[in-house]
């Protein structure tokens, strides 16, 4: 599967990028300054999707022992990790332009923060704990005790007063973007997630071998290769 996400991911990321940074109409008021929604944006999405695929995997491992869901939940961590910086770093360079400041303590923006101290708080406990069953099982109870945190980020804008913009894309009925402008959006997010897919894969497929040396099945796939 690797080769065609990878050339998946690629034209998506070409075709998003050329639509949002050069096909796409400078806003009425931000002008050009706009156009780091396109990396920004798919990745705070990106953020709370993969913490949210992080906390159920942990939650099937921790249920039901399935050793799988457990590699999955550990290896998505500094993917989400890396993610929630780039949301805050992009968001800053956003910030200093429209805002004049590089950082406010604002509710949507202090919640992201406290997302990457969750990514950061589930590797080191994880890395903590030598026996990798029981890692697993403390890193999945985290991980669902800060599953609380993400309502928070999503509505933080709507439930307190924010200088963050308020909801645009999810405006189905109508949308508060140009759909020249939300078209190569929409598809960045989904060349993020393909991305998210072959990091993971990667991750996992390297995690299992190490959890598995020495194993039979392991060592026949490695002859046979």
Same mark, same amino acid.
């Given at each position: 599967? *690797?080769?065609?996400?990878?050339?998946?991911?690629?034209?998506?990321?070409a075709? /998003?990028?050329?639509?949002g940074?050069?096909?796409?109409?400078?806003?009425? &008021? &931000?002008?050009?300054s706009?156009?780091? $929604?396109?990396?920004?944006v798919?990745?705070?999405?990106?953020?709370?999707f993969?913490?949210?695929?992080?906390?159920v995997? +942990?939650?099937?491992?921790?249920?039901?022992?399935i050793?799988?869901?457990?590699?999955? @939940?550990?290896? @998505?961590?500094p993917i989400?990790a @890396?993610?929630?910086?780039?949301?805050l770093?992009? /968001?800053?360079l956003? /910030?200093?332009?429209?805002? +004049?400041?590089?950082?406010?303590?604002d509710?949507?923006l202090?919640?992201?923060?406290i997302?990457?101290?969750l990514?950061l708080?589930?590797?080191?406990?994880? %890395?903590?704990?030598?026996? %990798?069953?029981t890692? @697993?099982r403390?890193?999945?109870?985290?991980?669902l005790?800060?599953?609380? %945190?993400?309502p $928070? $980020?999503?509505?933080s804008?709507?439930w307190?007063?924010? *200088?963050? &913009?308020?909801p645009?894309?999810?405006?189905f009925?109508?949308?508060?973007i140009?759909?020249?402008?939300? $078209?190569?959006?929409?598809?960045?997010?989904?060349?993020?997630?393909v991305?998210?897919?072959?990091?993971?894969? *990667?991750?996992?497929? %390297?995690?299992?071998v &190490?959890?598995?040396?020495?194993?039979?099945?392991?060592?026949?796939? *490695?002859?046979?290769?």
């Open positions: 599967m *690797l080769p065609w996400l990878t050339a998946l991911m690629l034209a998506l990321l075709y /998003g990028l050329y639509g940074l050069v096909l796409a109409p400078a806003d009425y &008021q &931000q002008g050009d706009f156009r780091i $929604i396109y990396v920004h798919p990745a705070a999405w990106m953020s709370m993969i913490y949210m695929m992080m906390a995997s +942990g939650a099937i491992g921790l249920i039901w022992h050793k799988l869901a457990e590699i999955v @939940s550990i290896c @998505s961590a989400g @890396s993610f929630t910086l780039l949301a770093i992009t /968001g800053s956003w /910030g200093k332009p429209m805002w +004049g400041t590089w950082w406010v303590w509710a949507r202090t919640s992201e923060l997302l990457l101290f990514y708080g589930v590797i080191g406990l994880y %890395n903590a704990i030598e026996d %990798n069953r890692a @697993s403390a890193v999945a109870i985290l991980a005790v800060g599953v609380v %945190n993400i $928070i $980020i999503h509505y804008v709507e307190w007063s924010s *200088l963050h &913009q308020g645009t894309v999810t405006k009925a109508k949308p508060s140009h759909i020249d402008m939300l $078209i190569p959006l929409l598809v960045m997010a989904v060349a993020f997630k991305y998210y897919a072959i990091a993971l894969l *990667l991750r996992c497929r %390297n995690e299992l &190490q959890r598995e040396q020495g194993a039979r099945w392991l060592d026949e796939i *490695l002859e046979e290769k």
